[in-house]
T-cell receptor, first 108, second 116 residues
Framework: TQLLEQSPQFLSIQEGENLTVYCNSS?????LQWYRQEPGEGPVLLVTVVTGGEVKKLKRLTFQFGDARKDSSLHITAAQPGDTGLYLC????????FGAGTTVTVRA | NAGVTQTPKFRVLKTGQSMTLLCAQDMNHEYMYWYRQDPGMGLRLIHY???????AKGEVPDGYNVSRLKKQNFLLGLESAAPSQTSVYFC???????????????FGPGTRLTVL
């Protein structure tokens, strides 16, 4: 059983559209991270959110951490083909627990 | 800096064979990790190490052994490979960031292992 549930599992959109990926858990985490992984490579950290209710922006990417520190979302505005990849959320207690990931495909 | 490197990149084994995967990091990180990644399962922690000479079990340790004889190296061994161990293996390293309660993990490029 996955500690962190990500939805949707797959997402395919046209360039310029917006998208949101969700990460939910029944457990409380001290902080949560989002990674992006491209084919044939290891995951790369995008952001760490620490405080309940926190919102962080990274260019066109907006990350939210739920008030109860059990859920998070990643919103991409005006998606570009370079945003294509596997997006993974990871909750932190004394180690990382990863979700199964959301595969995002942005078509040109 | 090379960051985290993994050797080999690809390997095919027959059932029952043994092998060792090597992970090396040049960032002087205390913590090192081995994960496996399977379709629809995300990354699952096999073993980890919080310092030279120490190792601990993760979520899916059965069938694997590890050693951390030097701070910069973390080895993952399969003594008797099974088809269920076909996967992509990732090594990662981190240093604990005090105050934020979060550690940034830096991943290697992965080793794709097939067990026939």
């Amino acid at each position: 059983t996955q500690l962190l549930e990500q939805s949707p599992q797959f997402l395919s959109i046209q360039e310029g559209e917006n998208l949101t990926v969700y990460c939910n858990s029944s457990s409380v985490f001290s902080s949560l991270q989002w990674y992006r992984q491209e084919p044939g490579e290891g995951p790369v950290l995008l952001v760490t959110v620490v405080t309940g209710g926190e919102v962080k922006k990274l260019k066109r990417l907006t990350f939210q951490f739920g008030d109860a520190r059990k859920d998070s979302s990643l919103h991409i505005t005006a998606a570009q083909p370079g945003d294509t990849g596997l997006y993974l959320c990871a909750g932190i207690d004394y180690k990382l627990s990863f979700g199964a990931g959301t595969t995002v495909t942005v078509r040109a | 800096n090379a960051g985290v490197t993994q050797t080999p990149k690809f390997r095919v084994l027959k059932t029952g064979q043994s092998m060792t995967l090597l992970c090396a990091q040049d960032m002087n990180h205390e913590y090192m990790y081995w994960y496996r990644q399977d379709p629809g399962m995300g990354l699952r922690l096999i073993h980890y190490s919080v310092g030279e000479g120490t190792t601990a079990k993760g979520e899916v340790p059965d069938g694997y052994n590890v050693s951390r004889l030097k701070k910069q190296n973390f080895l993952l061994g399969l003594e008797s490979a099974a088809p269920s161990q076909t996967s992509v293996y990732f090594c990662a390293s981190s240093s604990w960031t005090s105050g934020s309660g979060a550690d940034t993990q830096y991943f290697g490029p992965g080793t794709r292992l097939t067990v026939l």
